[in-house]
């Protein structure tokens, strides 16, 4: 999480710098953006906290997204603790997510007859419903 975060804080900087370099005035006018595009205003200026807020609410829907799928993978494999599980991924971003990969319980799953939930199919019940 601190790696995406710290990518994330780069690539707005690479942008931020773009649009200041791209946006440098080339005449005598007191409006900077103005000068830079020849009328009107610069665009890139304009597009800026645009692009920021779409980036940041990206980074913010992914883990999201991230932390459902954690939790009903847990509850699939018949993990009790999905939440602490959750936890640690939101907290620690991909290196939670490659260590519940990695200690999950391992095996196919499959559709519960029952409840139609997945379950492990090496798994004596499931864990959504209790049958067999």
Not at 35 to 54: K, L, Q, R, Y
Not at 65 to 71: D, F, K, N, T
Request: net charge positive.
């Amino acid at each position: 999480m601190i790696k995406l975060k710290n990518l994330s804080v780069a690539t707005l900087t690479l942008l931020s710098l773009t649009m200041v370099a791209l946006a440098q005035n080339r005449g005598n006018s007191e409006d900077p953006c103005a000068a830079a595009c020849g009328t009107g205003g610069c665009a890139g200026c304009a597009a800026m906290p645009i692009v920021i807020i779409v980036f940041i609410l990206a980074m913010i829907i992914l883990n999201v997204a991230l932390l459902i799928w954690v939790a009903r993978d847990a509850k699939a494999r018949g993990l009790d603790n999905s939440v602490m599980w959750m936890i640690l991924v939101m907290f620690t971003g991909l290196l939670g997510l490659i260590i519940y990969i990695f200690s999950r319980p391992q095996g196919d799953l499959v559709q519960c007859p029952n409840c139609k939930n997945n379950r492990l199919q090496a798994s004596a019940t499931c864990p959504h419903c209790g049958n067999p």
